[in-house]
């Protein structure tokens, strides 16, 4: 990894209000399918690698560039790295890939993916992200395991 930081300088952006759960979603004897906002809530807070800000305040990840199809049991997430050729895409994308795989049922495919024309390296990404045994042996990987239960840990 870089030990220098790519975008020195990066725009914050304001984070959206936390949603206010209804009586419905607390009960667990209502069925209460995954939305949008509901996923974008599991990956709004993971941290950047380089900078002490989530990629929701980076716009890295945002609500609209989610699709959920519960009835397919499918995720799919676009995320739109800061900077076009962003080193850190590849790790960026695992940890949503990694909150995402421990925090929803076994049910889901979750496909994470860069935002079509935002970076660089697009393709040659989105085919390591989508390789299942390219991703189990980065988790393999006991430093790139590390960081990336850093990125998606709570800040503290």
């Known amino acids: 990894m870089p030990t220098e930081i790519e975008n020195i300088n990066p725009n914050v952006y304001e984070r959206i209000k936390d949603r206010a759960l209804t009586a419905n979603e607390e009960d667990e004897n209502v069925p209460d399918p995954f939305d949008k906002r509901e996923i974008f809530d599991l990956i709004r807070n993971i941290n950047d690698p380089e900078h002490p800000l989530t990629l929701e305040e ?22 739109t790295p800061t900077i076009p050729h962003c080193s850190m895409a590849t790790l960026i994308g695992l940890s949503i890939r990694v909150k995402l795989l421990r925090s929803l049922p076994p049910r889901f495919k979750v496909t994470v993916e860069i935002t079509p024309g935002t970076h660089a390296s697009e393709q040659a990404v989105n085919k390591q992200l989508a390789d299942k045994e390219r991703v189990a042996a980065a988790l393999e990987n006991n430093h790139l395991a590390e960081v990336i239960n850093q990125c998606i840990s709570a800040k503290g």
């Open 58 to 79: 980076l716009h890295v990840v945002q609500e609209d560039l989610i699709q959920i199809n519960n009835g397919q049991n499918s995720v799919h997430i676009s995320f």
